[in-house]
């Protein structure tokens, strides 16, 4: 018995050090797709790695200028200052990150064909600073000139690999978010609340705000 006990000791101990010799570098990359326990199963030992991994770049996200819309009447706004064309109400629609990618790609709206998501800084630039009344007779986050009458959570382009941290005032107070997900997550912005989120892309469907370039 005491020969069965020791070899299974031996064995573990063997066995242990395969997965706990994990690197930050792996570390790192398995939090973008695995949640911590996962990690923590995969590399025993691993927390301190762990911690290090979720520092990130602190740097402020730059905001756009202050945006001027016009309404053009044909339900779509035109942002003066970006020099950007958005559509006057999101879809109804929700799409995943890849169909609402190929949707903006595809769809023709307004006599026009080259429609695509917004950036985290671009759809932010809707953001109201108070509740208030909107073109749909609905109160929300949004500049009034816009339509947003639900609840709904709008994809952007940016991926949380590409922007990891961002300020942003939500409701009149100041707050900090982060997310550590790479790749496997996107930016998203709440009218209804007046905030930013980040999701998981795999298997979420959200709706979208089109935007196009305009000189």
């Known amino acids: 018995m005491r020969i069965v006990l020791l070899t299974l000791v031996i064995l573990l101990t063997q066995a242990v050090p395969s997965f706990a010799k994990c690197k930050k570098s792996d570390i790192c990359t398995m939090m973008e797709k695995m949640d911590h326990f996962s990690i923590l199963n995969a590399c025993p030992g691993s927390a301190p790695l762990l911690k290090e991994c979720k520092k990130v770049n602190e740097v402020a ?4 200028p202050s945006p001027e819309f016009i309404d053009n009447g044909d339900e779509t706004i035109t942002d003066k200052v970006n020099k950007l064309r958005w559509l006057k109400k999101g879809t109804e629609t929700r799409l995943s990150l890849k ?117």
């Open 61 to 64: 996200l730059p905001p756009l």
């Open 99 to 215: 169909d609402a990618l190929a949707f903006a790609n595809s769809e023709s709206f307004a006599g026009s064909s080259d429609w695509r998501l917004p950036t985290l800084p671009e759809l932010r630039t809707l953001l109201y600073p108070e509740k208030i009344v909107n073109a749909s007779g609905k109160r929300a986050w949004i500049n009034p000139v816009f339509d947003n009458s639900r609840a709904h959570y709008y994809w952007t382009s940016t991926k949380c690999d590409e922007v990891s941290f961002i300020e942003e005032n939500y409701q009149g107070k100041h707050q900090k978010k982060t997310c550590q997900r790479g790749e496997a997550a996107n930016w998203l912005v709440l009218f209804k609340v007046g905030t930013t989120v980040w999701f998981l892309t795999k298997d979420a469907k959200h709706h979208i705000w089109l935007v196009q370039d305009h000189k």
